[in-house]
């Protein structure tokens, strides 16, 4: 019901736990809640952030540090949007590096 209530369709829902079945096991508490709270502080939508779980729904996975230091440098370099994030997120600290070196 989570997925849903931030406007995400029945085939969004199912994509994302398709790909992630962990989903069922994550505490809205203790870590979906707050990372949603962390994307509408940098000014994400709902609808953007279904968007991006629907893509890449691993983002929950990923610890708050991790989303937090990649949203930074994103909104650093000016250029933070819900395509860029997901395609930095499953980046090497490395490979982030040299991206945005």
């Known amino acids: 019901q989570w997925l849903k209530d931030l406007g995400m369709n029945n ?13 069922f096991g994550y505490s809205l508490d203790n870590n979906c809640n707050p990372k949603l709270c962390m994307l509408r502080k940098r000014g994400f939508t ?11 729904p691993q ?10 230091h990649r949203m930074g440098i994103l909104a650093d370099q000016g ?4 395509t860029s994030l997901v ?10 590096a040299k991206r945005f070196a």
């Open 59 to 68: 983002i929950l996975s990923y610890s708050s540090n991790r989303l937090t």
């Open 79 to 82: 250029r933070l949007t819900d």
């Open 11 to 23: 085939s969004q829902v199912a994509r994302a736990i398709s790909t992630l079945p962990q989903l």
């Open 46 to 56: 709902d609808s953007q952030i279904a968007g991006v779980l629907s893509r890449f």
């Open 87 to 96: 395609s930095v997120m499953s980046l090497t600290d490395v490979k982030l």
